[in-house]
C-alpha cells in the first residue's frame, strides 16, 4: 500500500462516519485514524473504537507533551489526532484517514501538503437537520442547543470547501461510496506511476536515455571519466 493521508471533513451529520465504514469494507489497506475527544462517548460509542476518551486534563497534558499532530476545539470540546497514528500507519503500510474538523484538516494540510483532502457535502441544509435530529434521537442525545450549534456551523465549514481537492455530495449513500473509493484509487495509481517515473531516473538504472546523454559526453556510466 502507498501510504497516502486522505484528510476527510465534513459538517457534523453529513454521513461522514458512514461513508468512511462503507468505504473501507469497498477498499483495502485504509486504515482508520481513532481520534482523542474530551466528549462523551454518544450512543453505543466505545473507547478505543470510535475515539480514545479523555479527560480535559489528560487532553492538555498531550498537547504540551507534542502528541498530536493536530488537534483543535470544536462544540466545545478539544479533538485530536495523536502523532502516533501516522506513525504507525506508516510502518504498517496503509493509508490512513483522518475523520477532523476544519481547522484541523488546515493544520495537517500545512504540515503535510501531500495529504489529500476530500470534503463531504450534505445534499441540501433540510437533508443535513434531518439526519442530525435522526442520529441524536436514535442515540438518545436529543440536546436542541447542541443540534442548532452543529447545523450552524456547517455555514462556517462550508466557506472552507474550495480549499480541498475533492468534494463528494453524499446524497445515495451507494454513489457517494463510488466516488470516494475512485478518489483513494486514483490518488494511489498516481503515487504508483509518481514512483515508477523516480525510480526510472535512479543512477543505478542506467536508463537508455541516460547512457546516451552520458555517451555524448563521453562519460563512463559509473561517473566522471578521470583526467
Ligand atoms: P457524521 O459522521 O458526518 O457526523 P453520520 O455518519 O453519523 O454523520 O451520519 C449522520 C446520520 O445520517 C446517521 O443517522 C446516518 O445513518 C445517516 N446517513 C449517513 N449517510 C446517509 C445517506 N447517504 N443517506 C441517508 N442517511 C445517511
Ligand atoms: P463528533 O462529535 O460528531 O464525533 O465530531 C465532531 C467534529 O469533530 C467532526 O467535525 C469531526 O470530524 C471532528 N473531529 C473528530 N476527530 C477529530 C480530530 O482528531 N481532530 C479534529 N480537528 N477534529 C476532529
Known amino acids: 500500500m502507498a501510504g497516502i493521508l486522505f484528510i476527510i471533513s465534513a459538517p457534523s451529520g453529513s454521513g461522514k462516519s458512514t461513508l468512511v465504514s462503507q468505504v473501507r469494507s469497498l477498499v483495502e489497506g485504509l486504515e482508520f485514524s481513532i481520534s482523542y475527544t474530551t466528549r462523551q462517548p454518544r450512543g453505543s460509542e466505545e473507547d478505543g473504537r470510535e475515539y480514545y476518551f479523555t479527560t480535559r486534563h489528560e487532553f492538555e497534558r498531550m498537547i504540551a507533551a507534542g502528541g498530536f499532530l493536530e488537534w483543535a476545539e470544536v462544540f466545545g470540546n478539544y479533538y485530536g489526532t495523536a502523532v502516533a497514528a501516522l506513525a504507525h500507519a506508516k510502518y504498517a503500510?496503509?493509508?490512513?484517514?483522518?475523520d477532523i474538523d476544519?481547522?484541523?484538516?488546515m493544520q495537517i494540510m500545512q504540515k503535510l501538503p501531500e495529504a489529500v483532502s476530500i470534503f463531504i457535502m450534505p445534499p441540501t441544509p433540510e437533508v443535513l437537520e434531518r439526519r442530525l435530529r435522526n442520529r441524536s434521537e436514535a442515540e438518545h442525545m436529543t440536546s436542541e442547543e447542541d443540534l442548532q450549534r452543529r447545523l450552524k456551523a456547517a455555514r462556517k465549514e462550508l466557506d472552507r470547501i474550495g480549499e480541498y481537492k475533492y468534494a463528494i455530495v453524499n446524497d445515495v449513500l451507494d454513489v457517494a461510496a463510488t466516488e470516494m473509493k475512485a478518489i483513494v484509487l486514483t490518488e494511489r495509481a498516481a503515487l504508483e506511476a509518481d514512483k515508477a517515473l523516480a525510480a526510472s531516473c535512479l543512477t543505478s538504472v542506467g536508463s537508455p536515455r541516460l547512457v546516451s546523454a552520458l555517451n555524448s559526453f563521453k562519460v563512463a556510466e559509473g561517473g566522471p571519466s578521470p583526467e
Open 102 to 105: 476544519v481547522q484541523g484538516a
Open 93 to 98: 503500510g496503509r493509508d490512513l484517514l483522518l
